[in-house]
């Protein structure tokens, strides 16, 4: 029998007709028969007359990708075209997620799958000259499909195959490969016997493959990081090599660092202002745009790396995302509230705290039933959507109420000192200070989002670092360290992304900049987005239009625009700069989603561990310097509202929007992997909550220093008890 094997889920298998017999390279076949019954439907033929099968120039391409799903409207026609792009002859699919077995009405897609669940599912896509030689095919079952094709000098066979992982049920997997054994024993003695598919090799395993890491990397379909643009493992393991890796994971860790520099800063700095603009453009109120769009913006960070971490997950693994949410929940309520209550103790505001604790009460325990059903469903991810909404309106609510109360009182106070004006001198009020309430809770004072503290680099460059400059020589070493590492994020966020500031002369205008913004973001935007690689025709690259009408639309702002006057359409640039930030941040985040993965793969550690610790830690960095800065100048009662309604938002958005987006694409529920560290994490957040919930009402609404090394302990007990179950050790 000649056959020839290939375990690779996204690259093609090259056939010739070689006189050899390799040997099947797959997994020691069981020969017992445990398990379910094996499946042997008989092979089915096509109903096209088959014609011999000649190879141009002896070579047959065959592809073998997990495509994830099939089940979304016009996924085949994309794969039809992919197939085209890349001339492959036949693609092996794995995880198609179709219903039943059969093929297409036009016969050049045959499939099998599941009875009635999206689940799972093999197929083989035929280009046409496949398609006329097939002889008949073999629908096994949901993870075994083969076909036959009518060859020169051989006839061949090939067998897509979808394993089960080594975490699954040992009965299926020794059903699987009795399977296997059973379909290569059926295969004719002088058929060329391909064998390909998914084998669902796990991506940390590669310490068995102490001697060929590289190519296990390389090869393992697990180990691919689809969204990002840098292959992290790749560049350990094969750029730097086995023997320089501590090396390589000193670069990624500074690397690392820089990255959550850059979501941080394209957040404030970029995102927040676009946001202000909008506000403005639209005319919404302070109270809807406070609780909307510039709420959003503050937790930006948060909620794009949830949605990163979702759209990476992979086989119903989403500890990254879960590990975020819930260990950032833990980490604001217990490390921030305890850290301000240690250094500020004070007495609460009252409703505004028991309204913000008790919606998220509900979120976390609506969570934990996703998690301990298995899966999301549609409506499940909406539900967290429409829970932020109601929440939205008993804020907004209880601020209008509480405007007008505070509008009678003060014209019954003005009233009064009408009164009193008119048998005594003048009063004075000085020094009367104003705050403008910006957050989701009406508790926190408008932060004003400011311009980066470098200006355009290409006609001030002496201002990057102004060694004779008053201010840069009163920072402190750490400050200046932190300046100098984030200036080249802020050099290419300020060349790629316009900034309006009302606040600024001309609200920021600068013509030249601004007219190379035109030119700048769109081809941003096209190579972020990775659609500036798609070829129109099969000839124009999309990034070389953008760049023609981007030059154009430049051009034509050079020649019309004022220097000195902004032009009336300079709001649009605050739009332009909303769309380039926001790729910006879901771009980094998954740069950062992709790296903390890497150094899950390489230390062994799990990514739910991952996520509650540097994800979670990365994105409360801010929390902690903004939230303890308010309550060293006196508003403690901002810091802690901010710590109870700013992870709420994260945690409503950071689960609706991902699985609401992904549940419509697919049309079906998302798997959810169960484990025992999700659960305490869900267990951990829900106990400090109601634990705040009963206590401070009953301390009067007292934040002391005691409370505050209670929540302290909280948390370090919290995170020994996860790293004590991710060692196996409870």
């Not at 019954?412 to 003048?426: D, Y």
């Not at 316009?498 to 600024?504: F, G, Q, W």
């Not at 100048?633 to 710590?643: E, K, L, T």
């Amino acid at each position: 029998m000649h056959a020839i094997t290939a375990t690779k889920a996204t690259t093609s298998t090259t056939i010739t007709n070689a006189a050899t017999t390799p040997t099947i390279n797959t997994r020691a076949i069981s020969t017992t028969t445990k398990g379910a019954p094996r499946q042997t439907p008989s092979t089915t033929t096509t109903k096209y007359d088959s014609q011999r099968l000649k190879m141009t120039k002896g070579i047959l391409t065959v592809g073998t990708w997990n495509v994830r799903t099939l089940w979304a409207t016009g996924k085949l026609e994309l794969l039809r075209n992919e197939m085209k792009r890349y001339k492959y002859d036949i693609i092996d699919i794995s995880e198609v997620q179709w219903t039943g077995k059969g093929e297409t009405s036009n016969g050049n897609f045959i499939w099998s799958g599941e009875a009635s669940t999206h689940s799972k599912g093999v197929g083989i896509l035929l280009s046409t000259k496949a398609k006329k030689s097939v002889l008949g095919y073999n629908p096994i079952n949901s993870r075994l499909i083969t076909a036959r094709f009518n060859a020169t000098p051989f006839n061949i066979t090939i067998i897509n195959v979808y394993a089960p992982t080594s975490d699954a049920p040992e009965d299926d997997i020794e059903t699987f490969y009795d399977n296997l054994e059973d379909a290569v024993a059926q295969t004719p003695k002088k058929d060329v016997l391909v064998i390909v598919g998914d084998w669902n090799a796990k991506c940390r395993e590669y310490r068995n493959f102490a001697n060929d890491t590289c190519n296990f990397i390389r090869t393992t379909a697990d180990c691919e990081m689809e969204n990002g643009f840098i292959p992290y493992l790749v560049f350990l393991f094969c750029t730097i090599g086995d023997k320089l890796v501590a090396l390589g994971l000193t670069l990624l860790a500074g690397w690392l660092f820089v990255l959550f520099i850059g979501l941080g800063v394209t957040a404030d700095s970029y995102f927040c202002p676009a946001l202000r603009v909008i506000t403005r453009v639209l005319k919404l109120s302070e109270n809807i745009a406070g609780v909307t769009f510039l709420a959003f913006g503050n937790g930006a960070p948060d909620i794009f790396s949830a949605v990163a971490a979702v759209g990476s997950a992979k086989s119903g693994d989403l500890g990254l995302a879960f590990g975020a949410l819930f260990g950032a929940g833990v980490f604001v309520t217990t490390v921030i509230v305890g850290s301000i209550s240690l250094l500020k103790p004070f007495h609460s505001i009252q409703r505004p705290l028991l309204r913000d604790i008790v919606f998220f009460i509900i979120a976390t325990f609506a969570a934990y039933i996703i998690m301990y059903d298995g899966k999301i469903h549609l409506m499940e991810s909406l539900g967290f959507i429409i829970i932020y909404i109601i929440y939205l309106i008993l804020v907004i609510g209880g601020r209008l109420i509480n405007q007008r109360r505070k509008k009678r009182q003060a014209l019954l106070k003005a009233a009064q000192i009408e009164v009193v004006t008119r048998t005594s001198a003048p009063i004075e009020i000085n020094g009367q200070a104003s705050i403008c309430v910006n957050d989701i809770n009406g508790d926190t004072p408008d932060h004003h989002y400011s311009q980066a503290d470098v200006s355009f680099a290409l006609s001030h460059r002496h201002e990057f670092l102004p060694r004779d400059d008053i201010a840069w020589a009163k920072r402190s070493i750490l400050n200046k360290f932190f300046s100098i590492i984030k200036l080249p994020v802020v050099l290419i966020l300020h060349l790629t992304v316009p900034l309006v500031d009302h606040d600024k002369p001309k609200n920021n205008w600068n013509k030249f900049l601004n007219s190379f913004h035109l030119l700048s973001s769109p081809l941003v935007v096209s190579f972020l987005t990775k659609l500036g690689f798609i070829k129109i025709g099969n000839v124009f690259p999309v990034w070389a239009v953008v760049a023609v009408v981007g030059a154009i639309f430049c051009i034509a702002s050079l020649i019309l625009t004022d220097r000195h006057t902004k032009p009336k359409c300079h709001s649009g640039y605050g739009f332009l700069g909303f769309v380039v930030s926001i790729v910006w941040i879901y771009s980094i985040a998954h740069e950062i989603i992709n790296l903390l993965t890497t150094f899950g793969v390489v230390f062994g550690i799990s990514n739910t561990i991952l996520g509650l610790t540097f994800l979670a830690w990365g994105n409360s960095l801010g929390d902690y310097v903004s939230n303890i800065a308010s309550a060293r100048q006196g508003y403690p009662n901002m810091g802690i509202s901010a710590c109870y309604g700013a992870p709420l938002l994260n945690f409503l958005m950071g689960l609706g929007i991902p699985f609401t987006y992904i549940t419509i694409k697919t049309g079906t529920a998302f798997p959810i992997d169960k484990s025992l560290l999700q659960n305490v994490m869900a267990y951990c957040l829900f106990g400090i909550l109601s634990g705040t919930l009963v206590f401070i009402p009953l301390n009067k609404f007292f934040f002391s220093r005691r409370f505050g090394s209670v929540l302290l302990v909280y948390y370090i007990a919290f995170l020994t008890a996860a790293i004590l179950i991710e060692t196996n050790v409870i």
